[in-house]
């Protein structure tokens, strides 16, 4: 059974760095391409960023390229999320989630507010 | 234009069908990809329902009931989510989602209220 547990979500200021953490078990994580996807408070789902399990291809979206890196350490069985340059419109949950290479599941999310 | 189009809400009683919808902005041929479809229920993370690209190609999410499955109407350029029997519990967000021109996509999401 896929497991996901992600950490690191915090209060922080406008402009602040914030570091993610998804740690996987139960599934061969090191066969399977991530994402993170994030969803404001009241709003829907908005993908943010994706991995595949080599780290070989990597995607952002348009609303966090050149401010969120994504990187992965098969070793460890962990996904993270580095956020630089933080602003009011990056508050939401952060989910780290697999589904288009073999199992399929997401984490219970870690909150990120950002605010001064 | 959003990629993916849902209708905001969706009503619908027990034991009626209910058909979701997620259309693809125009030029952008739904015949072509494959589509996810997601629930979320209050206060907890999606859970994957299915994937669905042909009747010869999607896939069943682990424990998902049969009475959840996917579909396309390529003259309405949208993949379709057809849950039947519907039960209180299927009272949910319900979001599309689909790989597009090195992103992933989601729809805005669709409420349906079983009553």
């Known amino acids: 059974e896929v497991q996901l547990v992600e950490s690191g979500g915090d209060l922080v200021q406008p402009g602040g760095s914030l570091r993610l953490s998804c740690a996987a078990s139960g599934f061969t994580f090191s066969n399977c391409n991530m994402n993170w996807v994030r969803q404001a408070p009241g709003k829907g789902l908005e993908w943010v960023s994706y991995?595949?399990?080599?780290?070989?291809?990597?995607y952002y979206a348009d609303s966090v390229t050149g401010r969120f890196t994504v990187s992965r350490d098969n070793a460890k069985n962990s996904l993270y999320l580095q956020m630089n340059s933080l602003t009011a419109e990056d508050t939401a949950v952060y989910y780290c989630?697999?589904?288009?290479?073999?199992?399929?599941?997401w984490g219970q999310g870690t909150l990120v507010s950002v605010s001064s | 234009q959003a990629v993916l189009t849902q209708p905001s809400s969706l009503s619908a009683s027990p034991g009626a069908s209910a058909s979701l919808t997620c259309t693809l902005r125009s030029g952008i041929n739904v015949a072509t990809y494959s589509m996810y479809w997601y629930q979320q229920r209050p206060g907890s993370p999606p859970q994957y329902l299915l994937r669905?690209?042909?009747?010869?190609?999607?896939?069943?999410g682990s424990g998902v009931p049969s009475r959840f499955s996917g579909s396309k109407d390529t003259s309405a350029n949208a993949g379709i989510l057809l849950i039947s029997g519907l039960q209180s519990e299927d009272e949910a967000d319900y979001y599309c989602?689909?790989?597009?021109?090195?992103?992933?996509?989601f729809g805005g999401g669709t409420k349906l209220t079983v009553l």
């Open positions: 989602l689909m790989y597009y021109s090195g992103a992933w996509v």
């Open positions: 991995i595949t399990s080599s780290s070989s291809t990597i």
């Open positions: 989630a697999t589904w288009d290479s073999g199992p399929t599941g």
């Open positions: 669905y690209k042909s009747d010869s190609d999607k896939r069943q």
